[in-house]
């Protein structure tokens, strides 16, 4: 069998900036891994189905109500987060866990960001079901 996991991804924009996107392997299926390699200090943001569903449809929400505020949302259990759009000085998404600092993903990030978490949630719910095949 082939083996996938870990799974990285980075998405780079037309200015080097890059957001790294990783599947790791989980004992409940697969974690998600958002992190901004070429920014010091900002965190790594661990999240589960549940959090990259409602992430999904928060970048869609935001894409659709720039250039106005949107509520943030938040996800609960062990890997709550809390999703914000910041309009100034450029529209960018703060997502935050706990303490940490927000980890910032700008607009640019947003489409390709959306589209790789088609990607990632559908091995995410491949590596659950294997997960919970084991178990039973």
């Known amino acids: 069998m082939l083996h996938l996991f870990p799974r990285i991804r980075e ?30 200090g900002q965190p790594r943001v661990l999240l589960d189905g549940y959090g990259v569903e409602v992430l999904s449809g928060y970048i869609m929400s935001a894409r659709l109500a720039v250039p106005h505020a949107l509520p943030e949302e938040q996800v609960d ?8 759009l910041a309009l100034q000085p450029a529209a960018c998404l703060g997502l935050k866990q706990g303490g940490e600092m927000p980890l910032d993903i700008p607009a640019p990030f947003w489409d390709r960001l959306y589209a790789e978490l088609c990607l990632v949630s559908a091995h995410a719910r491949e590596l659950g079901r294997r997960a919970e095949a084991r178990v039973h």
């Open 11 to 40: 998405i780079t924009d037309a200015f080097g900036s890059r957001l790294r996107v990783s599947v790791e392997e989980h004992p409940r299926g697969a974690l998600i891994v958002l992190e901004r390699p070429d920014v010091n």
């Open 77 to 84: 259990g062990t890997f709550g987060t809390r999703f914000a």
